[in-house]
């Protein structure tokens, strides 16, 4: 490296630090009610949401017009402060109104997946304890059940899109005939916002306890990783983190969210030129996509994502017209942690520095902290970090020490603080930016009377980082062809959102044990290579051995 550019990149990390206090000292609005009241007074005219399918549009003036009438409307429905509400609706203007609105009313809402399966739903209900849901018309077969209690009583249920007869009522009627509210109470940076169900490695989805702090924390982080924009894609839908920072994310910055229902790849190019879009998330899976001449004509000034092989960054950037990608890591529990700033352009496959708001530290198995070079378990520490999981001290306990949570990953630190991640030590697999608890999935594969023990486990794939593999070893007496692949994956259908239903399927005579006796995850893939066992793949139905 020569002298001058090793000046450029000290420069450029001194600028950056000053950057970070800047960031620090940002006064926080009160809450994000009040982040919203901020948005309106400074952008009333300008266009908050634009669904880019069919063209609705709404100022920020008339967002928070909306926001004021469905606070009301809930409130005449009981909700108040600390009041737990689903939410399971598509990328609509109204699911960004009813957060806004619970927000507004200190109540806590719960995001749930529009994929859902009924037990999966009951879950989150349930283990939510929810006293309201809003609900898509879409989903009313989750509502209308033969021989089967639904959690909640339908009186206590708003659909959007349509009546069903016994409901709370219909959402747009509901708000249409609600004067807004004038008056809110004065909520607190640290009550909670959310409960945002996660996929850890323990078992079923747990609740993770995000307070307004959080929010308003995640998306400045956010918002000052790039350089200043206009117009972003929102193709996240609303009940993940990623959908709901991008539009706190617009807020903040008086941005045009431009919203489609869900991410498209063979569609993006002609979404991003469409609307100018000067940002958006990617995936590694754009690499593959085929060049564009039009490419040239794109606005973005930069795009966002997490886990971009290195080798595929150049490809990616290439197919963006040459709009530099940056790196992200965070988890639900801590929001961003790290990531890559815009000004570096030398540190390609890290994941950047720590963010405004979150200390770091890398440790080994006895919690001591490692030198620079040294791989070690990342613990992340700050303000807004979540405050628990759900009625769940156990999981909470084991999740922090003290005020660092134990983030489950491998990370190495380089002497000016840039961190790689190298892996993960906690057992979930990452397909398509979905975290899946693998244990879910195997007390899935477990509920069949056939199946004796299973494995899930993650099998690298160039497209979607990781695809689900469900290993199995039947019962005594039980052969393969008595419980085909193809009945194990329509069983898991069933029973589990899309994304998580295993794509192959192989059945093992033993799986690999630790000396403990537990199944030993690690050794699951080289045994299949070792003994030639084929694997079913319903991608492709048929039996092979997995290269």
């Not at 349509?162 to 609600?178: D, K, P």
Request: hydrophobic share 45%; aromatic share 6%; with cysteine.
């Amino acid at each position: 490296m020569s002298k001058a550019e090793a000046a450029r990149r000290a420069a450029i990390l001194e600028a950056l630090g000053r950057k970070r206090r800047e960031v620090e000292e940002t006064p926080l609005p009160a809450n994000l009610g009040a982040l919203l009241d901020r948005a309106v007074e400074r952008y009333r005219d300008r266009v908050c949401w634009l669904s880019i399918e069919d063209g609705e549009s709404l100022t920020f003036g008339a967002f928070g017009e909306q926001v004021a009438r469905c606070a009301a409307a809930l409130r005449r429905l009981g909700v108040a402060r600390g009041t737990q509400v689903g939410v399971m609706l598509p990328s609509v203007p109204a699911v960004a109104i009813t957060w806004m609105a619970l927000a507004r009313l200190g109540a806590v809402m719960i995001p749930i997946n529009t994929r859902y399966t009924q037990r999966e739903l009951d879950h989150v209900l349930t283990g939510g304890r929810a006293e309201l849901l809003v609900i898509d018309a879409a989903h009313r077969d989750l509502l209308e059940r033969e021989g089967e209690a639904f959690p909640l009583p339908l009186g206590r249920v708003v659909v959007h899109g349509a009546a069903v007869s016994g409901t709370a009522g219909e959402w747009h009627q509901l708000v249409s005939a609600s004067e807004p509210l004038a008056e809110n109470p004065q909520v607190d940076l640290d009550e909670v916002m959310t409960l945002q169900f996660t996929s850890g490695s323990t078992g079923a989805p747990k609740a993770c306890v995000l307070p307004h702090r959080y929010w308003l924390v995640l998306a400045l982080t956010r918002l000052h990783q790039g350089p200043p924009i206009g117009r972003l894609l929102h193709d996240m839908p609303f009940h993940y983190m990623g959908g709901q920072w991008r539009f706190l994310m617009a807020l903040w910055g008086g941005i045009t969210a431009c919203v489609a229902p869900r991410p498209s790849l063979t569609r993006m190019l002609d979404r991003l030129l469409a609307h100018r879009i000067e940002f958006c998330s990617v995936t590694p899976a754009l690499a593959k996509q085929p060049l564009a001449p039009r490419r040239g004509d794109l606005s973005l000034a930069w795009a966002g994502t997490m886990a971009m092989p290195k080798h595929l960054c150049a490809d990616v950037e290439e197919r963006l017209g040459g709009a530099p990608v940056r790196e992200m890591y965070g988890t639900t529990e801590t929001g961003a942690a790290v990531a890559m700033p815009y000004e570096v352009d030398w540190m390609e496959g890290s994941c950047g520095l720590a963010v405004p708001f979150r200390d770091l530290k890398l440790v080994d198995a006895e919690g001591n902290e490692v030198r620079d070079g040294t791989p070690g378990e990342l613990w992340i520490a700050g303000p807004g970090v979540m405050q628990g999981y759900f009625a769940n001290e156990e999981a909470t306990r084991a999740a922090f020490c003290g005020a660092w949570f134990r983030s489950g990953d491998l990370f190495v630190r380089d002497r000016d603080g840039f961190m790689t991640m190298l892996g993960r030590i906690k057992d979930v697999i990452r397909r398509s930016g979905e975290n899946i608890s693998a244990s879910e999935v195997e007390s899935v594969l477990m509920s069949l009377p056939q199946v004796e023990e299973a494995a899930a486990v993650g099998v690298p794939d160039d497209l979607r980082g990781e695809e689900v593999m469900a290993c199995l070893k039947l019962a005594p007496g039980v052969a393969p062809a008595d419980l085909p692949a193809e009945t194990v994956v329509d069983w898991c259908r069933k029973q589990l959102a899309p994304f998580k239903v295993p794509r192959y399927v192989a059945y093992l005579p033993e799986l690999p044990k630790t000396p403990s006796g537990k199944i030993a995850k690690k050794a699951v893939l080289p045994a299949l290579a070792a003994n030639g066992i084929e694997t079913w793949d319903a991608a492709a139905p048929s039996l092979s051995a997995l290269t």
